[in-house]
């Protein structure tokens, strides 16, 4: 048991190293304006799950400034397909289109501007996905998952960030503030579905990473 997590989980964030200028201040920008991006150690880890299952086609819900979206599109793109990603926020949205396109991605990938419960119903449902990222809002989780689900190709994976909820979801109930209360619930009870019913694991680490493969 690893005593120090914040130490270790700091250690483990430094391994990954950005060299691409362009990527360095996609980050710095998106952290500097409080946009809520995934941590250097889940990118790490995600990237590496996408690399070995040599990811085709990828879905995304939750593209923010395509901070994530971008190390994804690429693993697609190097695969011969391509990363679909969905944000609901205008300005968010137009900056992720503006930051794929300094990269070279936006021709190659699909940024869909939208809320993706009524998005994804409107994808093509033959068209199966490889890996499918979630990192939108929390209280729809069973939702987003229930939807892509029948998305995911055979030997497909899920990777769900902010599982845990800043740790909430393991703490006791009188703990956690009034205002969590129906989110933390909500996932719990999401966790224990996809432990359940589902080929499912739950690293805590981050803020809780779940994977699914199908
Ligand atoms: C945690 S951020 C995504 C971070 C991004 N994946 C990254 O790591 O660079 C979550 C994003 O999901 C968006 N979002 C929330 N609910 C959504 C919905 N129903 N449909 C699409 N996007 C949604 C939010 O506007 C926000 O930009």
Redesign the pocket.
Known sequence: MIENFLESSKYAQELFEIDDEIVEKIERE?LEDK????TRDVLNFMIYNANNINAKNIL??????????LFLARIANKNGGKLTT????EK?HKIAKENFEKLGLLDKNEMILG???EEIPKLDQSKKYDFI?I???KG?YLKFFEMSYGLLNENGVIFIDNLMFRGLVAESDENVPKRFKTIVRRLREFIQKLNKEYNFILLPFGDGVGLVRK
């Open positions: 998106s946009v809520p991006i995934i995304e819900i939750g593209t923010a400034t395509g901070y994530s979206g969905i944000e609901i926020d968010r809320d993706a419960l990222f990192d939108a809002s729809q």
